[in-house]
């Protein structure tokens, strides 16, 4: 499924790929990696709370902000709720970002093989093969509770 003017980055419209989930869909399952090449899918995360933050690519201010956010955010949360980001970037970049950055309670992930999270989640840009940003709340159940995707992308 194609939404063409989906988002628009720098005032111009773009293609997003897949569904517009909204709260009370099923969360997709979806296959990425890790950093260290390990694939990882929403359904090893049965019975716990998800937050999935979207980004670009870690490498920009607003994703590198947007990633140590939800690295603090994610500290006061226990081990109930899983904090994950998931962008295009590969996952040595991922690696090298979050061990300057810090990052250690966000699961940082890469959909770069095959865009299976992004074109689950309906965030794939066509024209740029990478994300909308987008945060999605995922209950225990897999059931979606908040969907907020950004329509400006000024990256």
Not at 1 to 6: I, W
Not at 27 to 52: H, M, N, W, Y
């Amino acid at each position: 499924m194609e939404r063409a003017n989906g988002i628009t980055v720098k005032g111009n419209g773009v293609t997003l790929i897949g569904p517009e989930l909204k709260a009370g869909d099923s969360a997709p399952d979806f296959t990425v990696v890790d950093k260290g090449l390990q694939e990882k899918r929403l359904s090893d995360l049965t019975g716990k709370g998800k937050i999935l933050s979207v980004t670009p690519t870690l490498d920009t201010p607003v994703c590198d902000a947007q990633a140590r956010r939800f690295n603090e955010e994610a500290a006061r949360l226990g081990d109930k709720v899983a904090v994950i980001n998931v962008s295009m970037d590969l996952p040595f970049a991922i690696g090298r970002f979050c061990t300057t950055a810090g990052i250690d309670n966000v699961e940082t992930l890469s959909d770069h093989r095959d865009a299976s999270f992004g074109s689950a989640y309906g965030v794939l840009i066509t024209e740029l093969r990478l994300h909308a940003r987008a945060i999605f709340v995922v209950a225990a159940g897999d059931k979606i509770t908040c969907v907020e995707i950004v329509p400006e992308m000024i990256d």
